[in-house]
């Protein structure tokens, strides 16, 4: 079965500097990935996808991520960090139909002013 | 339009109760999933929705648990007995059809306590 691992429970930077959540994924077959954020009390958005396109896959909101299959990782990234990225950040791996999604324990952002 | 909803928004009982958590999906949407987030994890998948038929049940942790969506829109997540830990907030998505590039919509979860 697919899994993923989300490498750090939290993430510290300041407004202005770049953001780096790391994310490992393993599966038997050609993954689709997706990063999912969670801001409180709300629901899950999702952030972008990689669906066997372009590797470099941008989103929503200036992230984007890009899928190593060498490396077997999906780390997602901004260059410059707002305030309002402050949320907890979810890795998803799942199977080839996008019904058996499996989350990564979450990574929290905290940005400081 | 509007998004998934889930009601109630909070549920808090005492173990051996019975309880039941809606979903109403974004209309049109065929497939509807459940997951469980317990504090500090993330989603697990419990069951997955093809219109009226559950296609896929095996995250249902035990036969206290149990799902239904008889007209294929809105479903139900019924809880037997329930124990401390099913302590957690149950979320319910929805997606057009079910397919590699189908995005899921989440709605904003119930959180349930068990005393």
């Known amino acids: 079965a697919q899994s993923v691992t989300q490498l750090d429970s939290h993430v510290s930077v300041s407004e202005g500097t770049p953001v780096l959540l790391r994310c490992n994924y393993s599966s038997s077959y050609s993954p689709s990935l997706f990063w999912y954020v969670q801001h409180p009390n709300k629901g899950l958005q999702l952030l972008l996808k990689?669906?066997?396109?372009?590797?470099l896959v941008k989103g929503i909101n200036g992230f984007e991520a890009e899928f190593k299959k060498s490396e077997t990782s999906f780390h997602l990234t901004k260059p410059s960090a707002h305030m309002s990225d402050a949320a907890e950040y979810f890795c998803v791996v799942s199977d080839y139909n996008n019904n058996d999604m499996r989350f990564g324990a979450g990574t929290r952002l905290t940005v400081k002013p | 339009g509007a998004g998934v909803s889930q009601t109630p928004s909070n549920k808090v009982t005492e173990k051996g109760k019975y309880v039941e958590l809606r979903c109403d999906p974004i209309?049109?949407?065929?497939?509807l999933y459940w997951y469980r987030q317990s504090l500090g994890q993330g989603p697990e998948f419990l069951i997955y929705f093809q219109g009226t038929g559950a296609a896929d049940d095996s995250g249902l942790p035990n036969d206290r648990f149990f799902a239904v969506r008889p007209e294929g829109s809105v479903s139900t997540l019924k809880i037997q007995r329930t124990e401390r830990g099913d302590s957690a907030v149950y979320l319910c998505?929805?997606?057009?059809?079910?397919?590699?590039?189908?995005?899921?919509?989440f709605g904003p979860g119930t959180r349930l306590t068990v005393l």
């Open positions: 998505a929805s997606s057009l059809i079910s397919g590699r590039s189908n995005e899921q919509f």
């Open positions: 990689y669906t066997s396109a372009a590797t």
């Open positions: 209309s049109g949407h065929t497939a």
